[in-house]
């Protein structure tokens, strides 16, 4: 079949690329971590007990719910700004001519820039005891994560580090609004992924990322809480900048695994 059969102009069976662009991610956001919430009895797999996600997290997940659908909401508004600032539709399938060595570009550079903002403003936001006790430790209530819980934030967190980070990802690596659809779903799906709580084999992007659930819930631990600031792609700022924490994956007697630190950082 001829992609002109199922694609218009400015958009993908008649939705603007701009719509797909911020509606997308939002999207992929439910539905991929409902299906992790579908395999979460998985107590094999499991870096905290159920028990453990019950007992010591500090807000209730209709809580968690309420507070990411409020940052979604900004996120749309901001999106559809920034699209309606910076094109129209009548450009938005310029991407279908691009190479794949221009996507694949324009994909880095967007990982490079969104790795770099979120690494400083997150580290930023840890070191200043002002933006941490008000801002910051809203997320950190999450002390065991969960999947949609991935961007429990407060707003002006969320619209610091996530939605100005995602606008500078877009803006500094050229991508068109239709890229940005896939860019922005793999965000998601990463960010999401690496909020999970599990450790399940053959997951690509343990393979293919240092930055992966168990690296990302040391930092949610009280001894991680001043390393392993990179998100939510590589741990390179991380590593340059001595705030990598290595740590061992080690199976508990119950099941599962525990990320456990491989030096002794808990007392600094």
């Keep these: ?5 199922v694609e218009f102009r400015g958009g993908i069976y008649g939705v603007s690329d701009e719509l797909l662009g911020t509606i997308s991610p939002i999207v992929v956001y439910w539905v991929y971590s409902g299906l992790y919430c579908m395999l979460g009895g998985m107590e094999n797999y499991r870096l905290h007990t159920k028990k453990d996600e019950d007992e010591k997290n500090l807000v209730t997940k209709k809580e968690v719910v309420k507070g990411v659908l409020l940052q ?11 699209f309606a600032v910076t094109g129209n539709d009548g450009e938005s399938g310029g991407d279908q001519q691009a190479s794949f060595l221009v996507l694949a570009r324009q994909f880095f550079v967007g990982m490079v820039v969104l790795d770099t903002w979120q690494y400083f403003m997150h580290r930023f936001m840890h070191q200043n005891k002002f933006l941490y006790k008000h801002i910051h430790s809203q997320h950190h209530r999450l002390v065991v994560p969960y999947a949609f819980g991935a961007l429990y934030n407060h707003p002006l967190e969320g619209l610091i ?3 100005i980070g995602g606008a500078l990802a877009f803006l500094f690596s050229g991508m068109s609004p239709r890229a940005s659809i896939f860019f922005f779903s793999l965000a998601t799906i990463k960010t999401v992924d690496d909020h999970c709580g599990l450790w399940l084999p053959g997951n690509l992007f343990h393979i293919v990322f240092k930055n992966n659930s168990a690296y990302h819930d040391v930092h949610h631990q009280l001894y991680g809480s001043k390393y392993n600031f ?3 792609f590589f741990v390179t700022w991380d590593r340059i900048l001595g705030t990598y924490m290595p740590y061992a ?5 119950e099941g599962g695994y525990e990320a456990r630190p491989d030096k002794d950082c808990k007392d600094d």
């Design 1 to 5: 079949m001829n992609i002109e059969t």
């Design 72 to 82: 979604q909401a900004v996120q749309a508004v901001v999106a559809t700004i920034l």
């Design 161 to 163: 580090l996530d939605t």
């Design 230 to 232: 990179s998100q939510p």
């Design 249 to 253: 994956l080690v199976k508990r007697p």
